[in-house]
C-alpha cells in the first residue's frame, strides 16, 4: 500500500524565494529514488509556509532519498533558510484518481 509523505517548510522571512532555488532541484530527485510522484506547494495565506507532499511504495526507499549524500548536502545549504524542526509526516493513501 502507499505511503504519502509530507513535509512542512516554514521559511524565514524574506529567504523564501532563494529557499526555493535551493531546494526545487533536490525535490525534483525524488522519482530517481522510487517516489511515484511529488509536489510542492505555497501556501496563499502564509507566503512563508510549503508543503511538500509525494508517494512512495516503500518508506526505506524516502529514506534512502532524504539521507543520501545529495539530499544532505542539499538539506546543509539551507540550515539557516527554514524553522527547525522539520519532520516527516507519513499518511497511508487512501483514495486518488
Not at 5 to 31: N, S, V
Not at 53 to 71: A, G
Not at 72 to 85: C, F, G, W
Request: hydrophobic fraction near 45%; charge should be negative; charged fraction near 25%.
Amino acid at each position: 500500500m502507499a505511503e504519502v509523505c509530507r513535509l512542512d517548510w516554514h521559511i524565514a522571512p524574506f529567504r523564501a524565494d532563494r529557499w526555493l532555488d535551493f531546494w526545487e532541484p533536490a525535490a525534483a530527485k525524488m522519482p530517481a529514488y522510487g517516489a511515484s510522484s511529488w509536489s510542492l506547494t505555497r501556501s496563499l495565506d502564509d507566503p512563508l509556509a510549503f508543503q511538500q507532499t509525494s508517494i512512495w511504495e516503500n518508506r526505506s526507499d524516502f529514506e534512502r532519498y532524504w539521507y543520501s549524500d545529495e539530499i544532505a548536502k542539499a538539506r546543509e545549504a539551507i540550515i539557516d533558510l527554514y524553522d527547525i524542526p522539520l519532520l516527516p509526516a507519513w499518511h497511508t493513501l487512501v483514495l486518488a484518481e
